[in-house]
């Protein structure tokens, strides 16, 4: 009794078993080794502190340099337009686009210095980041091919070598992001820009800069969801200022603080009842109502096969939706481009008729009565461009980025969502431009070479959009209370 007292004592003892102790796996440590261990531990302090000071600092220099990027590529597509339409106001309807603006000197200034600034900014970026780790390019596989036969098909349309304008700007984007690395987190840049740009269009709208025309639009047309008028903000267009805040509506989930999330989502879908955009208001519900339900899904494999038939149904849509229109005034006149794709798509099935099809230089236009500039369907304006060699390879690009969205889908819905909302704009608009570089091809060539670089699944601290964590009975737990751990962030 005495004995097992004196060793009850002993074990309780400060400093007691310090001197020679037992490590879990292996042989007896001495004093000597223990003090070697503690000082090696300390050695290391200042070293981890260093490192953690590296990474944050170059967590910054990504998302910096992804912004820059981002900024430069906005500037060259609506630079010019924004500061046309601050200094020289809205103009009526040109016959081309319900979306002219006057012209000023110092917007052209900017039209024409743009793509040098764009070009510059990019070859800095790629150099400041010489040296450092890459992306993994073998994600933009299905934009390779895409593009490449982009290409083909309008060299074997037009009986010659006939490259898209500003092809070259999506090259350098991927010459840009490939050099900064993206990481999933710094997707949030675009999260916020977004939000920067929906405060600035509600701004305008405080004045009559920040609304659209009545004779920029059809002759007693109205689209307005509140009042008589039309929000185009900081754009020439209303359908622009409606097609960025849906896009980027996935990437204001991001934004870490709760109040900041709220108030983003308020403030795109200000923007979008405003401007009345029916394809983005019809875009935004359609990725609202999915995340809603996926959220409330908690068996895995059905949420994937609920994400995956989303994604089909809304591409099956795209396609029938033109085929079964049947009247040229249905859609604000989309009626007449759709009919008068169709009947010219049978006799060019093969390679289509190019992108220049929809210019005014281009077939399209006679047919139609008006310059469209593109099919305002995606399903449309890829079989007139490149027939169905190019709608294979579409469908190759497609299906790469929504299996690379759905590599960490269980973890994430933004990228998935990001995605649905693109298929959902295509609809009835063109948000993913081959045939030219403007409008909102700044948020979706960056946004998808992004999405289909950042490396994943992310860290599970980083998330922000999640679904609610499912709790399984840890079976390791024999007794006392259940254990129950959450597989993953959902």
């Not at 004592?9 to 223990?34: D, F, I, L």
């Not at 500061?83 to 052209?108: C, E, I, K, M, W």
């Not at 008729?353 to 230089?361: G, I, M, P, Q, V």
């Amino acid at each position: 009794m005495n004995g097992a007292r004196h060793t009850m004592e002993h074990r309780q003892r400060p400093g007691a078993g310090r001197t020679t102790t037992t490590a879990q796996r292996g042989r007896p440590v001495s004093s000597g080794q223990a003090l070697g261990g503690r000082l090696g531990r300390l050695a290391t302090g200042p070293d981890a502190v260093s490192a953690a000071v590296l990474e944050k600092r170059d967590d910054k220099r990504r998302r910096i340099h992804f912004a820059i990027v981002l900024l430069v590529t906005f500037i060259m597509t609506s630079g010019g337009k924004i500061v046309d339409l601050f200094l020289a106001g809205r103009a009526a309807s040109d016959g081309y686009s319900t979306g002219a603006v006057n012209p000023s000197n110092l917007g052209a200034t900017v039209d024409a210095v743009a793509p040098a600034l764009f070009l510059v900014g990019v070859a800095v970026i790629f150099f400041l980041n010489l040296g450092r780790k890459r992306a993994n390019l073998i994600g933009l596989a299905g934009a390779a091919v895409y593009l490449v036969t982009a290409q083909v098909t309008n060299t074997l349309a037009v009986g010659g070598v006939n490259p898209t304008p500003k092809y070259w700007v999506i090259i350098a984007l991927v010459l840009a992001l490939w050099s900064i690395a993206p990481r999933w987190d710094d997707l949030r840049v675009i999260g916020i820009a977004i939000v920067l740009i929906g405060l600035a269009s509600l701004l305008t709208g405080l004045t009559d800069q920040g609304w659209m025309r009545e004779d920029a639009l059809l002759a007693g047309e109205t689209k307005a969801l509140i009042g008589t008028r039309l929000l185009a903000g900081i754009f020439p267009q209303m359908n622009v200022l409606g097609m960025t805040m849906a896009l980027g509506l996935p990437f204001v989930l991001l934004l870490r603080r709760r109040a900041a999330r709220y108030a983003g989502l308020a403030i795109v879908l200000a923007n979008l009842v405003l401007s009345a955009s029916r394809t983005s208001l019809i875009a935004a519900g359609i990725t609202i109502l999915v995340a809603v339900v996926l959220r409330l899904i908690r068996h895995e494999r059905t949420r994937r096969a609920v994400a995956i038939s989303a994604v089909t149904l809304t591409a099956t849509a795209m396609v029938l939706l033109p085929i079964l229109v049947n009247d040229r005034s249905a859609l604000t006149s989309r009626g007449a481009i759709w009919m008068s794709s169709m009947s010219v798509i049978p006799d060019h099935f093969l390679v289509g008729l190019s992108t220049n099809a929809f210019t005014k230089e281009g077939i399209m236009p006679r047919l139609i009565g008006h310059t469209p500039w593109h099919g305002h369907n995606l399903f449309v304006s890829t079989m007139v461009w490149g027939g169905i060699i190019l709608i294979a390879a579409l469908l190759v690009f497609l299906v790469s980025v929504l299996v690379r969205s759905l590599t960490y889908f269980d973890r994430s819905m933004v990228s998935y969502l990001f995605v649905l909302t693109l298929l959902a704009c295509s609809l009835a608009e063109m948000p993913l431009r081959i045939d030219d570089f403007d409008g909102v091809s700044w948020l979706t060539w960056v946004a998808v070479l992004a999405v289909m670089m950042v490396p994943g699944p992310p860290a599970p601290a980083e998330q922000v959009w999640r679904r609610r964590p499912v709790l399984t009975e840890d079976a390791s737990s024999t007794s006392g209370p259940r254990a129950f751990s959450a597989r993953g962030a959902r």
